[in-house]
């Protein structure tokens, strides 16, 4: 999702030598390939939208996991490092363990409470052993274009709830920052890539502004589509999933200003 909406601004934008790769053309577990890619592109800077995103599957598969989201990000910082390029690398709210009742700051103690989370964190740690030339940036709860997210799961549920006149349980006691992959990456291009990023490398935290749980999030959705959808909020326990949740993760923006507020993000987004 983030990687396609990256392509979609670049795209359009003058002055740059694009390199640009999906699964199937570069796997970052492929140390060999990737080394050779460096060799043969010396990028001055490398931005890196892989990641193993499935969290419930996670708490089975461990070790891929932790290939992808860590092992694959230490070898991208050792890669950097030799050829002095920057490296710009996505982790998320999920690092925490979401006890903290007033968010968390780019500093803050991290804690993760699933598979994922700390896998996540595991590729964190090694990007700062392994390079100093880091921009590392945490966001929460992404939707966008072109990949698995909230706006279009409930979409589909909404339809089907409405086409057979039941009603959809959401989770209302989870609260997170809604992040639109489009405003993340127009903050992540307008601060660190255009006219030679000045900001200090290290962690920032970059999401939509405020907050609200999933039931809001779901509420807001079928009041932009104007569809009568019933929805009834419900807690986490009445809705068990694989993999535990933080159950409130804001992301405190402050270094950097948030974008704007997550609810025109997703007008913007379903318009
Ligand atoms: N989605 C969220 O809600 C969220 C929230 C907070 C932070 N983040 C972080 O934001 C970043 C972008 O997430 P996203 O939502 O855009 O994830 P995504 O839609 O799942 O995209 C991840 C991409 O990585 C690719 N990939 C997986 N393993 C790979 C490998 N070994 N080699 C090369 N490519 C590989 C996937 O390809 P295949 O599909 O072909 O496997 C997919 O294209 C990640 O760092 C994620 O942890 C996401």
């Known amino acids: 999702m983030l990687g396609s909406c990256f392509m979609d601004f ?12 999906s699964h199937a053309e570069l796997d970052v577990c492929d140390y060999q390939k990737l080394a050779k890619k460096f060799v043969e592109i010396r990028p ?6 892989t990641a193993y995103t499935a969290v419930d599957e996670a708490e089975k598969n461990r070790d891929l996991a932790f290939r992808i989201n860590a092992g694959a990000v230490g070898e991208l910082a050792k890669l950097c490092k030799k050829i002095d390029a920057v490296l710009i690398h996505f982790s998320t709210d999920y690092v925490f363990d979401g006890r903290k009742a007033d968010g968390y ?18 590729g964190e740690k090694l990007l700062k ?8 940036i945490r966001t929460s709860w992404l939707f966008g274009k072109n990949g698995k997210n909230f706006v279009d799961t409930m979409l589909k549920f909404g339809e089907n709830a409405v086409k057979n006149n039941t009603e959809l349980k959401v989770v209302n ?8 992959t489009h405003d993340l ?5 307008g601060n660190f890539v255009e006219n030679n990023s000045k900001l200090p490398f290290g962690i920032y935290h970059l999401t939509n502004s405020g907050i609200c749980s999933w039931y809001d999030f779901a509420k807001k959705i079928f009041e ?10 419900v807690t986490i326990d ?6 535990k949740r933080p159950s409130y993760s804001i992301l405190l923006n402050s270094k950097l200003p948030a974008s704007r507020p997550w609810s025109e993000a997703v007008e913007a987004y379903l318009a």
């Open 105 to 122: 700051k780019e500093d803050d103690l991290t804690g993760p409470i699933n598979v994922y989370g700390e896998s996540k964190l595991a």
């Open 44 to 49: 001055e800077l490398v931005i890196n939208c």
């Open 129 to 136: 052993e392994n390079l100093q030339k880091f921009y590392l």
């Open 224 to 233: 932009i589509k104007k569809m009568s959808v019933r929805i009834l909020p």
């Open 10 to 21: 670049f795209v359009g934008m003058g002055g740059l030598e694009l390199h640009a790769f």
């Open 185 to 189: 990456v127009k903050a992540v291009i």
């Open 238 to 243: 009445q809705f068990p999933r694989t993999a």
């Open 173 to 180: 006691d989870q609260i997170g920052s809604p992040t639109y």
